[in-house]
């Protein structure tokens, strides 16, 4: 094959992997619009995982947009305020070695800028990030949805 149809066929496998986050983000949203009650929730703790993930975002960006906030959300079972409230407790409480440290591991350019202003995290960053923290079961069943490619049935 030649470079470009490398290039090519990485990109629509990037594309896909894309499309089918956003696909499970709605799902997920349809989900959590069936059990969303009008009672007051309880309050919940962050796991493992979900610190993790929250931590590798935090590194990138202090300050993730509504939309990434919101996949963030939907992603750990959290509300998109107790996504925010978390992101300001941090900025005041961790040390800037930690970020550099997950900043060098994703790659991200670690010049200031980017800390302080709002970033939304591209779908196929966050899908990466998220498949870091996962088990290998889990990973098993993330990999055979997250890399479907659908046919073109034009």
């Known amino acids: 094959m030649t470079l470009k149809a490398d290039q090519d066929t990485d990109v629509s496998c990037k594309k896909a992997r894309e499309n089918n ?33 929250l931590v590798d975002v935090f590194a990138i960006t202090k300050f993730p947009s509504s939309d990434t906030r919101e996949d963030l959300a939907l992603i750990l079972n959290h509300t998109s305020r107790s996504i925010q409230i978390w992101f300001q407790n941090n900025r005041h409480s961790i040390s800037s070695e930690e970020t550099c440290e997950i900043r060098l591991k994703f790659g991200i350019d670690s010049d200031e800028e980017t800390n302080s202003k709002k970033r939304t995290i591209d779908r196929y960053l966050l899908g990466k990030i998220l498949e870091t923290h996962l088990s290998d079961r889990t990973k098993m069943a993330w990999d055979s949805f997250i890399n479907y490619i659908p046919l073109n049935l034009e």
Request: net charge positive; proline share 0%; hydrophobic share 40%.
């Open 21 to 53: 986050l956003e696909a499970l983000l709605g799902l997920m949203k349809l989900k959590r619009g069936e059990l969303l009650s009008s009672s007051r929730k309880v309050r919940t703790h962050k796991n493992d995982f979900q610190k993790a993930v």
